[in-house]
């Protein structure tokens, strides 16, 4: 009995021989710890207050979505890439429905895809205002966090009610939504739109001229261009060191190009200038609202008819029925048992399409056979790849400038680990 | 004057003649088959020309295709021109029982973490790799979980059959 004790190893934290002996110390950083937002564990070695080196795992909730996908319908894997980046899943879900719609051939209307729009960006919104206020409260300032939190929730009020959920919200469908917005929806955007910029000016007012929210964050977890770009790296994380690189405006989708934005951009890329530049993307986000809300109202003022279209009317096929036709419509009953049933085959094709995610550019490359299933789908997540330059960022610096890069970066565990 | 598909196949076809097969651009993006053993020059070429530039790695992943013998596991790179904001799909193919790819952590870091994780779940062995290990799986596991002869199902169920998924 006491043999084992002795001889029980710790086979997943390997401490180096002479750590008895050494100087420096080894500090096992999470998995789970408060100053991580997730599920992440840096084992590192410190020396006093300097992080000499880090070594990163990850893997703690993969849950082999990729391999999930391959036995699932089409219309099944949306709540897979929920569980992705969750902080912004709307996005994900778009993004999801668009690759399909590219694999089809499909074309929606300009009113869904401004109503698309308008849902990416207030998740956009929803995932920089966690990841902002976030980096405040590991510097200390928990106020900032509190105040932007109820209007958090008013979004997730929103998504409540394009969709019925709030976190994973698995929303619109194949070739456009499932049902369409309500009038309660647009008095809750309008609300939002009116009494938002207020608290944000305030939330910005706290921190961005903060002498100790200054000092704390600039120089921190800093990156070079060119190591940014060699990292892969994209989304707000690129565009904080002077990369003016966006999806968006790249290879614009779901009607980008018809909106007036800027891409704003940092110099050095450090905890500061992502932080300021999620900001500034925060009331670019809100302007493109403001903008697709006038859209659709200007397209239902002309075209009344286009009022009642919320999906394209070629996607049949994919997207389920009404619920109201299922039950009063032959047809369309049909449509919703053989698409529950997975019955309806997908065309073969290789597809790769990108979207904008809160984090980057959010990939999806799908390889369909003709079954009814994806043959092969990966993501291509934004968080995965860049969180491996995270040793290069924080090694020399203080281990609590480490806690704050990690909150900069806004590494979303569920993106990171699929 | 802006980079099209056909400049970047009448430049690759200059550099490396017959070498580069099967080219298609499905939904328009430029796809090419590079054999296993240049992957990295084909990289290399792409990354220093002047007017290719292609210095940005946005994708790496791998595929297997059980039905094709001799080149079961794939490797597909997805490369990005963001001056001329053009991307290039690059394909290489090794046998299953000799999977060896060179590595090309050299050329982009953020291969690194990419080439664990095809390493992980198809066991494509990337040479020159600085530290080939499991990434998201448990360093115990011993086989590789997304090749296709590992089913998601329990294989006795007859309602889950490949059948059910418009196959076979």
Known sequence: MSDQLIQAQQHHIKLSEESLQKQTTTLNLGPTHPATHGVFQNIMEIDGERVLETVPTIGYIHRAFEKIAERRPYYQVTTLTDRLNYCS??????????????????????????????????????????????????TGALTGFTYVFQYREKIYEIFEEVCGSRLTTNMGRVGGFERNFSDALYTKLDDFIATFPKVMKEFEALLNRNRIFMDRCI??????????????????????????????????????????????????????????????????????????????????????????????????????????????????????FKMIMGEIDAPAGEVYHSVEGGNGELGFYLISDGGRTPYRLHFRRPCFIYYQAYPEMVEGGLLSDAVIALSSLNVIAGELDA | MALTNEIIQQKLTEKFGEQLTEWESPYGLLTVKVPAEMNLKVMQFLYDDESLRFRFMTDLTGVHFPDRTGEELSVVYHLHNLVDNIRLRLKVYVPVEKPDVYSATKLFSTANWMERETYDFFGVNFIGHPNLIRILNVDEMEHFPMRKEYEMEDPTRRDKDDEMFGRG
């Not at chain 1, 900001?279 to 009022?307: G, M, T, Y």
């Open chain 1, 89 to 138: 899943a709307p996005i994900n879900n778009m993004g999801w429905h668009m690759t399909i719609e590219k694999l089809l051939g499909i074309k929606t209307s300009k009113r869904v895809d401004y109503m698309r729009v308008i849902v990416m960006e207030l998740a956009r919104i929803a995932d920089h205002l966690v990841c902002n206020s976030v980096v405040a409260v590991d």
């Open chain 1, 219 to 336: 120089g921190a977890g800093p990156i070079s261009a060119e190591r940014a770009l060699n990292y892969g790296f994209t989304g707000p994380n690129l565009r904080a060191t002077g990369v003016d690189y966006d999806v968006r405006v790249a290879q614009p989708y779901s009607s980008y190009e018809d909106f007036d934005f800027k891409i704003p951009t940092g110099t050095v890329g450090d905890v500061y200038d992502r932080y300021m530049v999620r900001n500034d993307e925060i009331w670019e986000s809100l302007s493109i609202v403001k903008q697709a809300i006038e859209k659709i109202r200007k397209i239902e003022a002309e075209f009344p008819e286009q009022k009642e279209i919320f999906y394209a009317p070629e996607s049949d096929k994919f997207h389920l029925p009404p619920k109201k036709d299922v039950y009063t419509k032959m047809e369309a009953l049909i449509y919703h």
